[in-house]
Every structure is written in structure tokens, then in C-alpha cells.
């Protein structure tokens, strides 16, 4: 944990660090107060977490509420994102990110692999690359149990012989790839440990690029994988996205790795917290409006036509900025120019900067949905839901059919 200037990245002062005697609510909740302690801090936070500790927590809905109400000072203050999302803020606003305007995938590296797309500097919100990389981590774990090495990348060799490997291979020899590696006994060994692992990285880089071809990907090492050269992983990992049919130039090695974490949960907090609290805003006024109540429910085509009719004041059938600066008042909800920014990206993602009717329709939905969907990351999450639940609900559920003029009882599951 660190006090971050969001304008440039900077810690204010010495971070602290707070080891996590195992993964439970209990441990996290008392390390996450010893850091509440150390700073006095009321403001807004941001926590960036691994798949592994919303897994402990029960599922990524359950562990965010968790985490956004366990101290009582960060209640509302509390903006939580995966490692690679947090990562992904940092590299774009302060790192290679900043300069490019296309289309860019931020990856980040270590026991699992993650993946975040900006657009046009935006990130592309509700696109989820998960069922592309996944199995990562399984291949892995086979993979080390295969060569015998523990942690994130095997030793790092010699620089001589892993150079001679690269050099005998080339960018687009079949050597490169998995199958093709073999655990021995030779005096290469290591560096060909140190090749399996990167075949097995390019694999994933390859299916990645192949599906989403962005213009330039930003790929940021964690764990012992940072400690790795930039000039090794760049010569590593251009193979896959080569393969690809993408220029490998597109490669960037993400900066200040061991720092990226914690910059990016400060500056996603930020962003987040800015555009959650705008849309709050407008969508409880547009509930007092529209259904003189702060609760939300599900509002007719008519009701939101109408919504859409008093946004969209210069009638173009789409909602800009300027629109909602003027229609939001129209609603009792008064937003600042940065506020209608982030309320824009929100609803309309990156792609433009109005919001059509059916936008605004997927965004109700959206807000209406929020609480009763679950969100899970693994096959072992979802039999835990569906034992939950099944305990939860009445065993048997009687039905009543008539046969005959005769009242019978069944009982189904």
C-alpha cells in the first residue's frame, strides 16, 4: 500500500508492506486495517486482488462487497480491480499506453495470464478475454512439474546459452514451440527450460492477437517474472505475436513492474469512483423522477424513450455531453463537465462519445441486473453456487395436478 498523487503517478511517501499469513477474511481484514492504521486514511482507495483471493472470499461479488465494506472509514470510498486491470491503468495513462490511440492490450504475466483493451485511450468495458486465456494456468503447473522448477519462470541460464538457443531458432523456427522441447540431461537444459515457458507464453500471445489484433500490446511481467531482462523478454515473446501475422514491433515490456500495481488501483480508484458516483447520481434522479423512488426497476420502452427524449436536448437522437450537462438538470442532478465525462464513457463504452437510445436502454439493464448477478472464475465457484443454493431452497417443491377429478401430489426436485 502506498499514498499515490493521481496526477503523476508519484508516491507521496515510503509505502508499507503487510504479509498475509493465508487467504481469509479474517487475515485480510486484519492486514487491510493495520495499512488503515499506518496511513490515518479516509479517502478514496484503491485495492487491486488476484483471482486467488476472490476465489477464498467466494466469488468476485461476494469478495468486492467484502472488500469495499471492511473498514468502516473506506465504506463508499472503495474502488476494487484484478492485478491486470490495475496494471493496465498504470501503463496506459504513465506508461507506453500514453502514446498510442489505437487499439491496445495490456497483458499482465506471472502464475496467470490477464488481459485488459483500451480503445481510443478508453478501456473497452464488459469485454472479458478470460475463455482465451484461462488454461493458462494449468499449462503451467504442467509445465513446471515437467522440468522440475518452482515459481512463476524457470533460472535464468547463462546469457551465453540462452542467446545460442535464440540464435540457433530464430524468430520462426519450429525449435520455438512447445512440442518441440524436450526435459534433458544436456548442458542447454536450463535454457531450454527457460524456451518451453516462453513457447508456452507465445502460444497464448498468438491466440490473443489472432482474436482481438491490436495495434500495439503492452505485456508487464509480475512476479519472478520481472526480474527477467527486457531485451530477453522482448526476444522471448515476439515469436507469438509474429505468428500471429502482426508486426512483432507492437511488443512493449510494461514499466516500473514492481510498482504498477499500486499505481494503477490509485489512479482506476480515481477514474472509477469519479464515473460510479456520476452515474449513481443520475440514475437515483432519474428514479425520483420517473418512479418517485430511489430504487431502481425495470422502466417501461415508453418511460425510457421519454428518459432519452429530455437527455437529448438538441434532438439529434443522441445523447452528448453537452446534452447531459443541460438534461441531467432537467432531472435534479447537477453534474460537473468531469463528472458527464466519465457518466459518457460509462454507459456508451469507448467506441463514441454520445450515447444512443438502445445504450442507454443496455445501461439501465445493467443497473437493474447489478445486484442479482454473480460473476464466477472458475468451475469450482459455480458448484459452490449451485450447492448454496440448493441447500438454501425448500427440498422438495409440491405440485398440484388433477387427473380425472382426482387431487394429486407430486413432489419434484
Partial sequence: ???????????????????????????????LTKVQKHFSWKGPVGMSYTRLVVRALGGTQKGEEFLDNMIPEWRGKVATM??????????????????????????????????????????????????LTWTYERELKKLQKEWNWSGVVPQLPADGLLLESVEKYGLSGSGWWLEDLHPSNAPCDKANA????????????????????????????????????????????????QQAGLNPDILYIGEFPDRALVKGAAVGAH????????????????????????????LTDAELDWVFKKLD?????????????????????????????????EVAG???DKISREQLGKWWDAELSHSVVTQITSTLEFEEILSAAKAKKADLITRISVDEGDKRLESVR
Fill in 1 to 31: 500500500a502506498a499514498l499515490v498523487d493521481t496526477a503523476n503517478a508519484e508516491f507521496q511517501r515510503p509505502g508499507v508492506v503487510v504479509p498475509l499469513e493465508d487467504i481469509t477474511e479474517q487475515a485480510l481484514a486484519a492486514a
Fill in 82 to 131: 484484478i492485478h491486470t486491470e490495475a496494471a493496465a491503468y498504470a501503463e496506459m495513462y504513465f506508461g507506453p499506453g500514453r502514446e498510442n490511440s489505437g487499439l491496445v492490450l495490456v497483458c499482465t504475466l506471472g502464475k496467470g495470464f490477464g488481459a485488459v483493451l483500451y480503445d481510443r485511450g478508453q478501456k473497452v468495458r464488459n469485454a472479458d478475454f478470460k475463455h
Fill in 194 to 241: 527457460i524456451l518451453a515457458w516462453a513457447s508456452l507464453v507465445d502460444k497464448y500471445l498468438k491466440k490473443i492477437c489472432e482474436t482481438l489484433a491490436p495495434e500495439r500490446l503492452i505485456l508487464l511481467p509480475t512476479g519472478g517474472a520481472s526480474t527477467l531482462p527486457e531485451d530477453t523478454l522482448l526476444t522471448l515473446f515476439r515469436p507469438g505475436i
Fill in 271 to 298: 477514474i472509477e469512483l469519479q464515473s460510479k458516483g456520476a452515474t449513481n447520481i443520475l440514475r437515483n434522479a432519474i428514479c425520483q423522477t420517473v418512479t418517485e423512488s430511489t430504487t431502481i426497476r425495470a
Fill in 313 to 345: 436536448v438538441d434532438k439529434d437522437k443522441r445523447i452528448c455531453e453537452n446534452d447531459l450537462v443541460r438534461g441531467s438538470c432537467f432531472f435534479g442532478a447537477n453534474l460537473s463537465i468531469a463528472e458527464v465525462h466519465g457518466v459518457v464513457k
Fill in 350 to 352: 469507448s467506441a463514441t
